[in-house]
T-cell receptor
Framework: QKEVEQDPGPLSVPEGAIVSLNCTYS??????FMWYRQYSRKGPELLMY????GNKEDGRFTAQVDKSSKYISLFIRDSQPSDSATYLC???????????FGDGTTLTVKP | DAGVTQSPTHLIKTRGQQVTLRCSPK?????VSWYQQALGQGPQFIFQ???????QRGNFPDRFSGHQFPNYSSELNVNALLLGDSALYLC????????????FGPGTRLTVT
């Protein structure tokens, strides 16, 4: 079983919808939680990272961490066609360069 | 400010050959990590370099080796290529004190035939 599990999708929503992306993990030592966006055939782009449990908001994006349930989420408000990409969750124990990734959820936002 | 750069963009090799991939980190970063991303999967950590030494290593065989230079740039070497080594190889840079901020390059797509 993988340390980080992510709903693979694909997920298709209309423009303007609220999107919820989720990951679960098994290693309780993970302390830092990241979300990346990856366009086809490109490198992942860091969207945001959080420490421990709680919420963090950045524009249309909100990251949520529940360490007691080992569950993290990314919410995208007012989704746009330009948000169409694969979203990767990642986490680590305090070393940014040694992160464990989920396999990504592919999102399509239709105009 | 240049981000992480990688070369080459694409590479085609034959089984058994050796390959070298190159990476220049984001300005100001001192740590380079390498990841392998197979099609439809998330990146898998290969190893990390800091101060020209391998700092951490993932679950990859010794055929995978690396190097970091005094200017923080790095190379990934893969010997005795297998078909299963075909993947996108990603370089990421961070600060050794960094806990969440890691920036990726565009990757090198390696095809082994």
């Amino acid at each position: 079983q993988k340390e980080v599990e992510q709903d693979p999708g694909p997920l298709s929503v209309p423009e303007g919808a609220i999107v919820s992306l989720n990951c679960t993990y098994s290693n309780s030592a993970f302390q830092y939680f990241m979300w990346y966006r990856q366009y086809s055939r490109k490198g992942p782009e860091l969207l945001m990272y959080t420490y421990s449990s709680g919420n963090k908001e950045d524009g249309r994006f909100t990251a949520q961490v529940d360490k007691s349930s080992k569950y993290i989420s990314l919410f995208i408000r007012d989704s746009q066609p330009s948000d169409s990409a694969t979203y990767l969750c990642a986490m680590n124990q305090g070393n940014a360069g040694k992160s464990t990734f989920g396999d990504g959820t592919t999102l399509t936002v239709k105009p | 400010d240049a981000g992480v750069t990688q070369s080459p963009t694409h590479l085609i090799k034959t089984r058994g050959q050796q390959v070298t991939l190159r990476c220049s980190p984001k300005s100001g970063h001192d740590t380079v990590s390498w990841y392998q991303q197979a099609l439809g999967q998330g990146p898998q950590f290969i190893f990390q370099y800091y101060e020209e030494e391998e700092r951490q290593r993932g679950n990859f065989p010794d055929r995978f080796s690396g190097h970091q230079f005094p200017n923080y740039s790095s190379e990934l070497n893969v010997n005795a290529l297998l078909l299963g080594d075909s993947a996108l190889y990603l370089c990421a840079s961070s600060l050794v004190t960094g806990v969440g901020e890691q920036y990726f390059g565009p990757g090198t797509r390696l095809t082994v035939t």
